[in-house]
Nanobody, 122 residues
Framework: QLVESGGGLVQAGDSVRLSCAAS????????ITWFRQAPGKEREYVGG????????YYADSLKGRFTISKDNAKNIVYLQMNNLTLEDTAVYYC?????????????????WGQGTQVTVST
């Protein structure tokens, strides 16, 4: 089970950190990837972190503002988002796969959380 948390209403320019807590699956067994979905749009790849070395990979448009990290002991993956803009408003999901963390296709991932809403206002 994957459970996201940390979303809410923030202002443009703010930072927020989302969490993805994994139960029943250790972070050394599964890669974890973040996606987001804005209203009326398709689910979009944000970035991922590998299960063993903790290597990270990001969508080009988000590099430099978003950072993924993890705490294996707590079984939590974090998504740090800085300098938020209105375009970052979306439901953010984490997903798990034993194979992928750089694949942009949502269908490549086996397990999903329920999502957490991030709303950026002016």
């Amino acid at each position: 089970q994957l459970v996201e948390s940390g979303g809410g209403l923030v202002q443009a320019g703010d930072s927020v950190r989302l969490s993805c807590a994994a139960s029943g699956r250790t972070l050394t067994t599964y890669h974890i990837t973040w996606f987001r979905q804005a209203p009326g749009k398709e689910r979009e790849y944000v970035g991922g972190i590998s299960r063993s070395l903790g290597n990270t990979y990001y969508a080009d448009s988000l590099k430099g503002r978003f950072t993924i990290s993890k705490d294996n002991a707590k079984n939590i993956v974090y998504l740090q988002m800085n300098n938020l803009t209105l375009e970052d408003t979306a439901v953010y999901y984490c997903a798990a796969s034993q194979t992928y963390f750089t694949n942009y296709r949502p269908g490549a991932y086996d397990y999903w959380g329920q999502g957490t809403q991030v709303t950026v206002s002016t």
